[in-house]
Protein backbone atom coordinates (compact mmCIF):
# COMPACT_ATOMS: atom_id res chain seq x y z
CA UNK A 1 0.00 0.00 0.00
CA UNK A 2 1.50 3.44 -0.81
CA UNK A 3 2.32 5.52 1.49
CA UNK A 4 -0.29 8.37 0.19
CA UNK A 5 -3.21 5.99 0.14
CA UNK A 6 -6.07 7.00 1.38
CA UNK A 7 -9.72 7.20 0.74
CA UNK A 8 -13.52 8.73 0.58
CA UNK A 9 -16.47 7.90 1.36
CA UNK A 10 -19.81 8.77 2.00
CA UNK A 11 -18.49 12.02 3.44
CA UNK A 12 -15.48 10.58 5.30
CA UNK A 13 -12.03 10.20 4.91
CA UNK A 14 -9.63 7.34 5.46
CA UNK A 15 -6.22 8.12 5.66
CA UNK A 16 -3.53 5.39 5.25
CA UNK A 17 -3.31 4.64 8.97
CA UNK A 18 -6.81 3.92 9.62
CA UNK A 19 -7.55 1.83 6.27
CA UNK A 20 -4.43 0.19 8.14
CA UNK A 21 -6.39 -0.77 11.03
CA UNK A 22 -9.29 -1.60 9.00
CA UNK A 23 -7.09 -3.95 6.92
CA UNK A 24 -6.08 -5.67 10.53
CA UNK A 25 -8.95 -5.91 11.70
CA UNK A 26 -10.35 -7.64 8.84
CA UNK A 27 -7.49 -10.55 8.64
CA UNK A 28 -7.66 -10.70 12.60
CA UNK A 29 -11.87 -11.05 12.95
CA UNK A 30 -12.44 -13.75 10.03
CA UNK A 31 -14.47 -14.97 12.40
CA UNK A 32 -17.00 -12.17 12.11
CA UNK A 33 -19.97 -11.41 9.41
CA UNK A 34 -19.41 -8.39 7.08
CA UNK A 35 -22.28 -7.00 9.34
CA UNK A 36 -20.43 -7.43 12.56
CA UNK A 37 -16.79 -6.16 10.87
CA UNK A 38 -18.50 -3.00 9.52
CA UNK A 39 -20.31 -2.07 13.12
CA UNK A 40 -16.61 -3.08 14.90
CA UNK A 41 -14.59 -0.38 11.98
CA UNK A 42 -17.44 2.52 12.90
CA UNK A 43 -17.20 1.96 16.71
CA UNK A 44 -13.80 2.40 16.23
CA UNK A 45 -14.15 5.18 14.13
CA UNK A 46 -17.14 6.75 15.49
CA UNK A 47 -18.85 6.89 12.35
CA UNK A 48 -22.24 7.78 12.98
CA UNK A 49 -25.17 9.04 12.18
CA UNK A 50 -26.63 12.53 13.74
CA UNK A 51 -28.82 9.75 16.03
CA UNK A 52 -25.53 8.35 17.19
CA UNK A 53 -26.57 4.94 15.13
CA UNK A 54 -23.31 3.19 13.37
CA UNK A 55 -23.31 3.95 9.97
CA UNK A 56 -23.46 -0.06 9.17
CA UNK A 57 -24.74 -0.13 5.84
CA UNK A 58 -21.95 2.89 4.34
CA UNK A 59 -19.30 1.15 6.24
CA UNK A 60 -19.97 -2.52 5.11
CA UNK A 61 -20.42 -0.93 1.68
CA UNK A 62 -16.75 0.71 1.96
CA UNK A 63 -15.27 -2.93 3.34
CA UNK A 64 -16.42 -4.36 -0.15
CA UNK A 65 -15.12 -1.01 -2.05
CA UNK A 66 -11.68 -1.82 -0.62
CA UNK A 67 -11.92 -5.51 -1.04
CA UNK A 68 -13.01 -5.07 -5.01
CA UNK A 69 -9.64 -2.96 -4.79
CA UNK A 70 -7.25 -5.55 -3.41
CA UNK A 71 -6.99 -3.33 -0.38
CA UNK A 72 -8.23 -6.05 2.13
CA UNK A 73 -9.92 -9.69 2.46
CA UNK A 74 -13.35 -9.82 3.70
CA UNK A 75 -15.07 -13.24 5.10
CA UNK A 76 -18.20 -14.52 2.11
CA UNK A 77 -21.21 -12.85 2.00
CA UNK A 78 -23.53 -15.10 4.68
CA UNK A 79 -26.33 -16.59 2.85
CA UNK A 80 -25.45 -14.86 -0.32
CA UNK A 81 -23.98 -16.49 -4.04
CA UNK A 82 -20.51 -15.67 -4.67
CA UNK A 83 -19.85 -12.90 -6.06
CA UNK A 84 -20.60 -12.24 -9.65
CA UNK A 85 -22.87 -14.85 -9.65
CA UNK A 86 -26.30 -13.55 -11.34
CA UNK A 87 -29.80 -14.64 -10.28
CA UNK A 88 -32.09 -15.67 -13.14
CA UNK A 89 -35.50 -15.03 -13.32
CA UNK A 90 -38.06 -17.71 -14.95
CA UNK A 91 -38.06 -17.57 -18.52
CA UNK A 92 -42.18 -17.64 -17.66
CA UNK A 93 -41.17 -13.69 -16.63
CA UNK A 94 -39.44 -12.70 -20.22
CA UNK A 95 -40.93 -9.79 -21.72
CA UNK A 96 -41.89 -11.25 -24.83
CA UNK A 97 -43.66 -13.78 -23.02
CA UNK A 98 -46.03 -11.81 -20.72
CA UNK A 99 -49.45 -10.36 -21.80
CA UNK A 100 -49.43 -6.87 -21.56
CA UNK A 101 -51.66 -5.13 -18.23
CA UNK A 102 -53.09 -1.94 -19.08
CA UNK A 103 -55.66 0.45 -18.32
CA UNK A 104 -56.32 3.47 -15.91
CA UNK A 105 -54.64 3.17 -12.13
CA UNK A 106 -57.60 3.75 -10.61
CA UNK A 107 -58.91 0.28 -11.99
CA UNK A 108 -55.61 -1.52 -10.06
CA UNK A 109 -56.42 0.44 -6.55
CA UNK A 110 -55.29 -0.12 -3.72
CA UNK A 111 -51.70 -0.01 -5.32
CA UNK A 112 -48.88 -0.94 -2.79
CA UNK A 113 -45.00 -0.54 -2.20
CA UNK A 114 -43.45 -3.84 -0.59
CA UNK A 115 -40.04 -3.26 1.25
CA UNK A 116 -37.64 -5.60 -0.38
CA UNK A 117 -36.51 -7.29 2.90
CA UNK A 118 -35.40 -10.92 2.41
CA UNK A 119 -32.76 -12.46 0.20
CA UNK A 120 -34.55 -14.31 -2.00
CA UNK A 121 -36.85 -10.47 -2.68
CA UNK A 122 -33.32 -9.24 -3.27
CA UNK A 123 -32.39 -11.39 -5.55
CA UNK A 124 -35.91 -11.17 -7.80
CA UNK A 125 -35.59 -7.32 -6.92
CA UNK A 126 -31.64 -7.53 -8.53
CA UNK A 127 -32.35 -9.54 -11.50
CA UNK A 128 -35.80 -7.27 -12.67
CA UNK A 129 -33.35 -4.10 -12.24
CA UNK A 130 -30.58 -5.80 -14.20
CA UNK A 131 -32.93 -6.85 -16.94
CA UNK A 132 -35.41 -4.32 -17.59
CA UNK A 133 -34.00 -1.38 -15.83
CA UNK A 134 -31.59 0.65 -18.52
CA UNK A 135 -29.00 1.50 -15.71
CA UNK A 136 -28.94 -2.04 -14.93
CA UNK A 137 -28.30 -3.13 -10.99
CA UNK A 138 -25.50 -0.92 -9.70
CA UNK A 139 -24.81 -0.89 -5.57
CA UNK A 140 -25.81 2.62 -4.14
CA UNK A 141 -23.89 4.63 -2.29
CA UNK A 142 -25.19 4.86 1.29
CA UNK A 143 -28.03 3.90 2.78
CA UNK A 144 -30.96 2.78 0.81
CA UNK A 145 -34.45 0.89 0.81
CA UNK A 146 -35.88 -1.14 -2.21
CA UNK A 147 -39.84 -1.70 -2.87
CA UNK A 148 -41.93 -4.08 -5.36
CA UNK A 149 -44.63 -2.27 -7.04
CA UNK A 150 -47.87 -4.47 -6.56
CA UNK A 151 -51.53 -4.42 -7.21
CA UNK A 152 -53.06 -7.54 -5.57
CA UNK A 153 -50.88 -10.24 -6.56
CA UNK A 154 -49.79 -8.60 -9.65
CA UNK A 155 -46.00 -7.36 -9.65
CA UNK A 156 -45.74 -4.29 -11.87
CA UNK A 157 -42.36 -3.03 -11.23
CA UNK A 158 -39.20 -1.77 -8.95
CA UNK A 159 -38.41 1.20 -7.20
CA UNK A 160 -35.33 2.34 -4.63
CA UNK A 161 -34.59 5.29 -2.71
CA UNK A 162 -31.06 6.06 -1.65
CA UNK A 163 -28.38 8.46 -0.30
CA UNK A 164 -28.27 11.56 -2.58
CA UNK A 165 -25.81 13.08 -4.69
CA UNK A 166 -23.09 15.04 -2.70
CA UNK A 167 -23.18 18.22 -4.95
CA UNK A 168 -25.37 19.42 -7.66
CA UNK A 169 -25.16 22.91 -8.46
CA UNK A 170 -28.41 23.46 -9.82
CA UNK A 171 -30.37 21.43 -6.06
CA UNK A 172 -27.94 23.67 -3.91
CA UNK A 173 -28.73 26.67 -5.16
CA UNK A 174 -32.13 26.21 -5.16
CA UNK A 175 -32.05 25.21 -1.53
CA UNK A 176 -30.02 27.83 -1.24
CA UNK A 177 -27.35 26.52 1.74
CA UNK A 178 -24.00 26.96 2.38
CA UNK A 179 -21.26 23.88 1.99
CA UNK A 180 -21.46 23.51 5.83
CA UNK A 181 -24.99 23.41 5.87
CA UNK A 182 -24.81 20.98 2.75
CA UNK A 183 -22.28 18.51 4.47
CA UNK A 184 -23.94 18.71 8.31
CA UNK A 185 -27.76 18.14 6.36
CA UNK A 186 -27.37 16.31 3.12
CA UNK A 187 -28.45 12.95 4.57
CA UNK A 188 -32.15 14.98 4.71
CA UNK A 189 -32.75 14.68 1.27
CA UNK A 190 -32.78 11.10 -0.36
CA UNK A 191 -32.60 9.93 -4.12
CA UNK A 192 -35.12 8.02 -5.85
CA UNK A 193 -32.26 6.63 -7.75
CA UNK A 194 -34.29 3.70 -9.46
CA UNK A 195 -38.06 3.41 -10.71
CA UNK A 196 -38.87 0.46 -12.99
CA UNK A 197 -42.80 -0.25 -14.65
CA UNK A 198 -41.72 -4.14 -16.74
CA UNK A 199 -42.44 -3.17 -20.17
CA UNK A 200 -45.90 -5.25 -20.46
CA UNK A 201 -47.22 -3.07 -17.70
CA UNK A 202 -48.67 0.09 -20.15
CA UNK A 203 -50.94 1.32 -17.09
CA UNK A 204 -52.23 4.91 -17.74
CA UNK A 205 -51.29 7.04 -15.03
CA UNK A 206 -49.67 4.24 -12.73
CA UNK A 207 -46.23 6.17 -12.76
CA UNK A 208 -47.23 9.19 -11.22
CA UNK A 209 -49.58 7.14 -8.92
CA UNK A 210 -46.83 5.49 -7.60
CA UNK A 211 -44.71 8.43 -7.48
CA UNK A 212 -47.47 9.73 -5.16
CA UNK A 213 -47.97 6.80 -2.80
CA UNK A 214 -43.97 6.62 -2.02
CA UNK A 215 -43.97 10.10 -1.25
CA UNK A 216 -46.77 9.35 1.67
CA UNK A 217 -45.03 6.00 2.39
CA UNK A 218 -41.12 5.93 2.27
CA UNK A 219 -40.60 8.68 4.81
CA UNK A 220 -41.98 6.81 7.27
CA UNK A 221 -39.97 3.45 6.59
CA UNK A 222 -37.08 5.87 6.36
CA UNK A 223 -37.30 6.67 9.75
CA UNK A 224 -38.30 3.21 11.07
CA UNK A 225 -34.71 2.41 9.15
CA UNK A 226 -32.72 4.68 9.97
CA UNK A 227 -34.09 7.25 12.50
CA UNK A 228 -34.55 10.23 10.60
CA UNK A 229 -37.21 11.21 8.41
CA UNK A 230 -36.10 13.12 5.20
CA UNK A 231 -37.57 16.48 4.30
CA UNK A 232 -36.92 16.28 0.46
CA UNK A 233 -36.63 14.30 -2.57
CA UNK A 234 -34.45 14.68 -5.18
CA UNK A 235 -34.11 12.36 -8.84
CA UNK A 236 -31.99 12.46 -11.89
CA UNK A 237 -34.13 11.98 -15.50
CA UNK A 238 -31.79 11.26 -18.73
CA UNK A 239 -33.18 13.68 -20.77
CA UNK A 240 -32.24 11.70 -23.96
CA UNK A 241 -34.45 8.69 -23.02
CA UNK A 242 -37.26 10.25 -21.10
CA UNK A 243 -39.36 13.19 -20.65
CA UNK A 244 -40.23 13.16 -16.98
CA UNK A 245 -43.53 13.45 -17.58
CA UNK A 246 -44.34 11.46 -14.66
CA UNK A 247 -42.38 13.29 -11.94
CA UNK A 248 -44.30 16.57 -13.36
CA UNK A 249 -47.42 15.10 -13.29
CA UNK A 250 -46.82 14.23 -9.76
CA UNK A 251 -45.65 17.87 -8.88
CA UNK A 252 -41.67 17.16 -8.56
CA UNK A 253 -40.12 20.15 -9.46
CA UNK A 254 -37.44 20.98 -12.38
CA UNK A 255 -34.46 22.73 -10.93
CA UNK A 256 -32.00 22.13 -13.98
CA UNK A 257 -29.72 20.40 -15.78
CA UNK A 258 -26.42 17.96 -14.24
CA UNK A 259 -23.47 19.19 -15.42
CA UNK A 260 -22.15 15.29 -16.66
CA UNK A 261 -20.46 13.93 -13.94
CA UNK A 262 -21.29 11.14 -11.06
CA UNK A 263 -23.79 11.77 -8.55
CA UNK A 264 -21.06 10.97 -5.94
CA UNK A 265 -17.98 13.31 -7.57
CA UNK A 266 -16.60 15.01 -4.89
CA UNK A 267 -13.83 16.21 -6.73
CA UNK A 268 -14.45 16.85 -10.58
CA UNK A 269 -12.83 13.40 -11.41
CA UNK A 270 -15.96 11.80 -13.42
CA UNK A 271 -16.93 13.29 -16.59
CA UNK A 272 -18.52 12.29 -20.16
CA UNK A 273 -21.85 11.23 -18.62
CA UNK A 274 -25.24 12.69 -20.62
CA UNK A 275 -26.42 15.90 -18.24
CA UNK A 276 -29.54 14.98 -16.60
CA UNK A 277 -33.01 16.62 -15.76
CA UNK A 278 -32.98 17.47 -11.92
CA UNK A 279 -36.59 16.98 -10.16
CA UNK A 280 -37.11 17.80 -6.54
CA UNK A 281 -40.32 16.76 -4.37
CA UNK A 282 -40.33 18.71 -1.08
CA UNK A 283 -41.85 16.07 1.93
CA UNK A 284 -42.88 18.75 4.46
CA UNK A 285 -43.41 22.76 4.30
CA UNK A 286 -40.05 23.35 6.58
CA UNK A 287 -38.19 21.73 4.53
CA UNK A 288 -35.87 24.40 3.82
CA UNK A 289 -35.48 25.29 7.27
CA UNK A 290 -34.36 21.88 8.06
CA UNK A 291 -32.09 21.98 5.51
CA UNK A 292 -30.82 25.20 6.35
CA UNK A 293 -30.35 24.28 9.98
Not at 112 to 125: A, E, G, I, M
Not at 143 to 161: H, K, N, V
Request: hydrophobic letters at 35%.
Amino acid sequence: MEDTYSERFCGRSFHKDEIAEISEIASNCQGLSRTELANTVCELFSWRRPTERLKTVECRQFLEYLESKGVIKLPPPKGSSPAGKKHRISRTHEADMQPAITGKASQFSPLLLTRVTTSTQRDLWYEYIDRYHYLGYHLPFGAQLRYFIESADTLLGCLQFSSPAWKMAPRDQWISWSDEQRKRNLQKIINNSRFLLFPWVRIKNLASSILALAARQVPGDWLACYQYRPVLMETLVDKSRFKGICYQAANWIHVGTTTGRGRMDRHTQYKGQAPKEIYLYPLTRRFREELLA
